[in-house]
C-alpha cells in the first residue's frame, strides 16, 4: 500500500499588508522527500506513524509552511506545487495521498489556496482517495469538499492535537484502501463569522461545549468516522464564508447530512455567546489603577500575528509610556524599519527611534522617542509546542530597548506567538514585569507566570480584531453579527 504524504501549509489575512514569499517559506520550514523524517512538525510525525502502524510504505513529497500573512504570491506557489506534484508523479501506482493543509490560505490572485490547489490534483488522480488534515479555522468550499475524499480538522484550540489528526487521516485512508470503509462526507456552514476569542476548546465556553458534544456523537456512533467543527477564519474576504460542522460516516451519506446539519444549527443558537465587548487600549490600561496584580497580561488581539497581522501596532506601547509606571513593562512588536536604525550600533547607546506602523500606515501612528539599547538576539528559537512545535523560529535580528521602565521588544520579522518564545530567546524572565504586551487572543495561556494575574483583551485598530464587524467585507455580508438581524442559513456541501 503506497500512500504519499506532503502539504503546502500557511494562513492568509487579507486585510494585512505583509505577502508571503518564498522567503517566509523558506524561514517556516521546507522538507522534500527522506527530509520528512527529520521534521518535527506535529502533522507530518502523526502522518508518518499512523502510515507505519499500518505497514504503508511512505512516499514523502514535499511539505512547506509559513508563518501567517497576507497572500501568497502566485511565483511561491507554483514554485513548491510544482515540486510538490513532480515528486507525486514519480509514483504513479499511488494508491493515496494525504496533504497537510490550514483550509485559509489565500493566492495573490484572490483565489483560495487550498481549494485551488486540491482541484488541480483531483484532476490528476481522479481514481485515489484524498485525504486533508486543516485547522479548525479552515475557510471550507464546495470546490474542496468535492476535490477530496475526507478533510480532518484540529479539534483544540489552542492547537495541541496536529499529531493525533495526522495519525487518524493515515490510519482512516488506510482502512479506506484496503476496502473496509466508505467515507462519506458532508460539510453544513452557517452565516456565523466571528472573531475567535471566545473559542477556546478549553473551559466553558460555546465552541468548547460543542466541540465536545459533537466529539461525544461521533465516540458513541461505529458509523461516524470523523466530525470537525469550524470558526472560519474571519480575516478573509471570500464568497460564502460560513463556520460549521463537516461529519464523515462510514457509507451512510444521509446520516452524516442529518448530524452536521444538527451541529450547524447548534453553531446558530449559540452565536452570541461568541461575541465579546471590546476595550481600546487607553480604557484598559486607564481601568488598572486601583487593581492588585503581580501580571498584567495585556492581549492586543487586533494584531496578531498568527492571524497574518504585521504585528507592528503600538497602541498598547504608547499607552503604557503614556502610563509612565514605576512598574516594568514588557513589549513586542516587529518594525524591520527600526531595526536598521538600530543595526551597527552598541549596547547601551541611546538612540532616537521611531517605531511601528511604518509596514502598514493605515493602523496608527509610530512612536517616536529616545530609547537606550539593552541586549540584542540574532532571534532564533525553538517552539516548546503548538503547529510548529520542537521547529526553530526566526524572528531576525533583534534588539530589546528601554525607555523608563518600558521595555521594548523589536523584531525584523512577525513569528507565530506560542508560549513567550520571543521573550525567551532574549533571556528575559516575564515574572519580572508587571505589564506583558502580547498579541495571540488564544495562546497567552501558554505563558508560565508565577502570581496573581489578570488578563486583559485590547482590541485597537489592525487587521485581526476581535471586533469583525469593522473590516471591509466584499465578497460575504449576509452573516451573523455583521447584521445582527440575520437568519439562519444553513449551506450543505456534498
Ligand atoms: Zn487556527
Same mark, same amino acid.
Given at each position: ?56 510504505? *511512505?512516499?514523502?513529497?514535499?511539505? #512547506? !509552511?509559513?508563518?501567517?500573512? =497576507? ?6 506557489? %507554483?514554485? &513548491? ?111 456565523? *463569522?466571528?472573531?475567535?476569542?471566545? #473559542? !477556546?476548546?478549553?473551559?466553558? =465556553? ?6 465536545? %458534544?459533537? &466529539? ?94 504585521i504585528?507592528d501596532s503600538v497602541h498598547?506601547i504608547r499607552?503604557?509610556m ?11 512588536v516587529v518594525d524591520p524599519k527600526a531595526i536598521n536604525q ?10 532616537k527611534l521611531k517605531i511601528g506602523h511604518q509596514a502598514d500606515t493605515k493602523w496608527g501612528n509610530p512612536i517616536e522617542d529616545?530609547f ?36 521594548i521588544?523589536i ?50 485598530s ?33
Amino acid at each position: 500500500m503506497k500512500i504519499a504524504i506532503g502539504g503546502i501549509f500557511t494562513e492568509s489575512n487579507q486585510f494585512s499588508l505583509n505577502p508571503i514569499t518564498v522567503n517566509e517559506f523558506k524561514r517556516g520550514g521546507i522538507f522534500r522527500g527522506s527530509e520528512f523524517y527529520e521534521a518535527s512538525v506535529p502533522s507530518i510525525r502523526g502522518c508518518i506513524e499512523g502510515l507505519n502502524e499500518e505497514n504503508a510504505e *511512505i512516499i514523502p513529497l514535499l511539505y #512547506a !509552511s509559513a508563518s501567517p500573512g =497576507g497572500k501568497i504570491s502566485l511565483d511561491t506557489f %507554483e514554485e &513548491l506545487y510544482s515540486d510538490l506534484m513532480a515528486r507525486l508523479r514519480q509514483n504513479m501506482n499511488l494508491e493515496g495521498l494525504i496533504l497537510n493543509m490550514h483550509g485559509a490560505a489565500v493566492l495573490e490572485n484572490g483565489s483560495h489556496l487550498d481549494s485551488a490547489m486540491l482541484e488541480r490534483i483531483r484532476e490528476e488522480l481522479c481514481k485515489i482517495p484524498i485525504f486533508i488534515t486543516v485547522d479548525l479555522h479552515a475557510y471550507i468550499t464546495e470546490n474542496l469538499v468535492r476535490s477530496c475524499d475526507a478533510i480532518l480538522a484540529w479539534n483544540t484550540y489552542p492547537h495541541r492535537d496536529m499529531f493525533d489528526i495526522g495519525k487518524k487521516a493515515a490510519k482512516l485512508l488506510s482502512r479506506t484502501i484496503r476496502g473496509e470503509i466508505n467515507p462519506k462526507m458532508v460539510f453544513s456552514g452557517v452565516n456565523v *463569522i466571528t472573531s475567535a476569542i471566545n #473559542a !477556546s476548546t478549553d473551559g466553558p =465556553g460555546p465552541f468548547a461545549k460543542l466541540m465536545a %458534544e459533537q &466529539l461525544k456523537a461521533e465516540a458513541d456512533q461505529d458509523d461516524i468516522l470523523s466530525t470537525s467543527l469550524f470558526l472560519c477564519q474571519p480575516y478573509l474576504d471570500q464568497p460564502n464564508m460560513m463556520s460549521g460542522s463537516l461529519v464523515i460516516s462510514n457509507n451512510d451519506l444521509h446520516k452524516a447530512q442529518r448530524l452536521s446539519y444538527e451541529f450547524a444549527e447548534k453553531y446558530w443558537n449559540k452565536r452570541v455567546e461568541f461575541l465579546s465587548e471590546t476595550k481600546s487600549a487607553i480604557q484598559v490600561l486607564d481601568s488598572l489603577k486601583s487593581e492588585e496584580y503581580d501580571h498584567h497580561v495585556l492581549v492586543e488581539a487586533s494584531d496578531c500575528c498568527g492571524g497574518g497581522a504585521i504585528g507592528d501596532s503600538v497602541h498598547t506601547i504608547r499607552q503604557l509610556m503614556r502610563l509612565n509606571s514605576d512598574q516594568k513593562s514588557l513589549s513586542i512588536v516587529v518594525d524591520p524599519k527600526a531595526i536598521n536604525q538600530l543595526r551597527d550600533k552598541n549596547i547601551g547607546a541611546i538612540v532616537k527611534l521611531k517605531i511601528g506602523h511604518q509596514a502598514d500606515t493605515k493602523w496608527g501612528n509610530p512612536i517616536e522617542d529616545n530609547f537606550e539599547i539593552i541586549d540584542k538576539s540574532a532571534g532564533l528559537f525553538t517552539y516548546q509546542g503548538g503547529i510548529w512545535g520542537g521547529e526553530t523560529g526566526d524572528m531576525g535580528l533583534s534588539y530589546l530597548v528601554k525607555k523608563s521602565e518600558n521595555y521594548i521588544l523589536i523584531n525584523s520579522k512577525p513569528t507565530y506567538e506560542w508560549a513567550g518564545e520571543q521573550y525567551h530567546a532574549m533571556n528575559l524572565d516575564l515574572n519580572n514585569y508587571k505589564y506583558i504586551l502580547v498579541k495571540n487572543p488564544m495562546n497567552y495561556k501558554n505563558l508560565k507566570l508565577t502570581g496573581r494575574t489578570k488578563y486583559h483583551r485590547i482590541d485597537e485598530s489592525g487587521p485581526t480584531p476581535i471586533d469583525v464587524e469593522k473590516l471591509p467585507f466584499t465578497k460575504s455580508k449576509e452573516f451573523f453579527p455583521k447584521n445582527l438581524e440575520e437568519k439562519m442559513m444553513i449551506r450543505q456541501y456534498l
